[in-house]
């Protein structure tokens, strides 16, 4: 009896092992699948229309006699074109399944924000100085940067779209001054939609 005990208490914490296993190999590929999945709620349609608005706000910049009135009208747009992405996101989110708290989701905006953040510190450090001839390309940079690095964790024409950023960018600080805008129109406001008509053609909107 002494020798049966022992073999009859393996057995009946064997299941329960066998169990726990089970539930952390789930856990395991699950954690795999949701690393390696791209995060694909990049709206197309959303960055049509933030290209649309920023055709727009090129225009009304253009036509601002005061510099401060120049930067008035490209930081409003700043925040509605934010405002329509994180909106369209969130919408295609919802329509596909996918949560904007997912760890692909994660990686992209924890990849996405640093160089935002670079560019803001220095906008207003331009600002300060009135240095506004430098400011439409290194918002261009800034922004490619960060498309760049958000769109290693999204589909192939993400990081392509923040590359042209950057090289429109690094072209707009050869020019002479006065072509802020029309090159903002171009990057802005044209590869925006150029891109978001493909995102929306490939990816499902």
């Not at 934010?82 to 919408?91: E, H, P, R, V």
């Not at 044209?190 to 995102?199: F, M």
Request: glycine content about 12%; overall charge positive.
């Amino acid at each position: 009896m002494a020798g049966i005990t022992p073999h009859r208490e393996r057995e009946r914490h064997e299941p329960a092992e066998i169990g726990d296993r089970a539930i952390d190999n789930l856990a395991f590929i699950r954690d795999t699948m949701e690393r390696s999945t791209s995060f694909t709620a990049v709206p197309g349609y959303g960055g049509m229309l933030m290209g649309a608005t920023a055709l727009a706000a090129a225009y009304i910049a253009n036509g601002q006699i005061y510099l401060r009135d120049w930067l008035i009208v490209w930081v409003t747009e700043a925040f509605l074109a934010a405002s329509i992405g994180l909106l369209a996101m969130w919408q295609k989110s919802k329509l596909g399944g996918q949560s904007l708290l997912s760890k692909p989701a994660r990686k992209f905006a924890l990849s996405f924000a640093p160089p935002m953040v670079v560019g803001v510190a220095l906008t207003f450090g331009l600002w300060r100085f009135e240095h506004y001839g430098v400011m439409a390309a290194m918002w261009m940079l800034c922004y490619g940067a960060a498309v760049v690095g958000g769109g290693a964790y999204s589909v192939r024409a993400v990081p392509v779209m923040g590359w042209c950023f950057i090289l429109i960018g690094a072209v707009t600080l050869t020019l002479p001054r006065g072509y802020g805008d029309e090159m903002m129109a171009i990057s802005f406001g044209l590869l925006h939609i150029v891109v978001g008509a493909v995102i929306a053609r490939r990816h499902g909107g």
